[in-house]
């Protein structure tokens, strides 16, 4: 029994002619009655009386006709259900991201491609709250942020964490340095961003320098990356901290990039994402960024396991 057969039985059943069938079909009569006759044999009964004057079910027919509506539209649904799946993998998916990503972007833009089928991903930036905020109103798919934090209209996946490092005057004596004991800068002025622009960052150096038993020098603020390592490498001695994968892509004259110690700070980043089953490219953007967990830059030596969250700079 073909579903072919099922719909042609179902269109005469429905007009009680023929030739009124097989124009709704957009086919010629005797197709429609060769596949019916097909159909009445496998049976092994007849379902339509046919005269010359008048069609009519018979009671095989009348009693197969609820069971060709419900497989026919079962067909339908099934075929609306995977025309749904296609359009949302062909959709685009919109991801909140921030500035110091480096290599870590770079690792979910390549798995997203491989995940994604014909999927389109946006980046859109803006502050943390900004994001979430768009993540919540349904503007965002998800958004990648630094830093823990609890929202009872979203779900925050962890990620990766990633070690801070610190950029240094290159011709400083703690430049000579594999890694730099926190210890060793809390006299050296750091530029930070003020907490009301970076809270996760602020909190994570103030903590890093409580634990090491040290108050740090605070100078001049944070203000953006050209400008503060230009400072950095040209000014009054001074230093700061970058992210590592951000670190690694920014080869600066005058300035190097060297591990933290006692303590080894690290920054958690989650995705935020509303709460429910996500659509099939928004799964793909989650598998995506569990991969860059795996696939990514090292968080450096003595840091805790890849977990996911954010604050820009």
């Known amino acids: 029994m073909e579903l072919r057969?099922?719909?042609?039985?179902?269109t005469v059943a429905e007009e009680l002619h023929f030739?009124?069938?097989?124009?709704?079909?957009?086919?010629?009569?005797?197709?429609?009655?060769q596949q019916l006759r097909r159909l009445e044999r496998e049976l092994?009964?007849?379902?339509?009386?046919?005269?010359?004057?008048?069609?009519?079910l018979t009671e095989a027919g009348d009693r197969l006709l609820p069971y060709a509506r419900e497989m026919l539209a079962l067909q339908a649904r099934a075929r609306e259900a995977v025309d749904e799946l296609r359009a949302e993998q062909a959709a685009t998916v919109r991801l909140g991201t921030s500035s110091g990503l480096g290599a870590r972007l770079d690792a979910v833009l390549t798995a997203f491609t491989r995940h994604a089928g014909h999927a389109q991903l946006e980046l859109v930036t803006g502050s943390t709250e900004e994001r979430l905020a768009q993540v919540r109103a349904g503007d965002l798919d998800g958004a990648l942020l630094r830093g823990e934090r609890t929202d009872p209209e979203l779900e925050f996946l962890p990620l990766w964490q990633d070690a801070l490092r610190a950029a240094l005057p290159a011709g400083d004596e703690l430049a000579a340095r594999e890694t730099v004991e926190l210890a060793r800068l809390a006299k050296l002025p750091l530029r930070l961003?003020?907490?009301?622009?970076?809270p996760a960052l602020h909190d994570l150096v103030m903590h890093s320098f409580r634990v090491a038993g040290y108050a740090p020098v605070l100078g001049p603020e944070f203000t953006n990356d050209q400008?503060?390592?230009?400072?950095?490498?040209?000014g009054k001695p001074s230093w700061?901290?970058?992210?590592?994968?951000?670190a690694d892509q920014l080869p600066v004259p005058g300035v190097v990039f060297r591990p933290l110690s006692d303590p080894a700070p690290v920054m958690q980043t989650y995705l935020a994402v509303r709460s429910g089953p996500p659509r099939?490219?928004?799964r793909a953007l989650i598998e995506a960024c569990y991969e860059a967990v795996d696939g990514g830059p090292d968080v450096g030596p003595g840091s805790p396991l890849p977990g996911m969250g954010d604050v820009g700079r």
């Open 193 to 198: 961003s003020p907490r009301s622009r970076n």
């Open 227 to 234: 400008d503060t390592l230009a400072a950095i490498g040209y």
């Open 19 to 33: 030739g009124r069938a097989a124009e709704r079909l957009h086919i010629v009569q005797s197709a429609v009655s």
């Open 240 to 246: 700061t901290v970058f992210y590592a994968p951000h």
């Open 5 to 10: 057969q099922l719909r042609y039985f179902l």
């Open 280 to 282: 099939a490219a928004l």
């Open 44 to 56: 092994g009964t007849e379902l339509f009386a046919r005269s010359t004057r008048v069609v009519r």
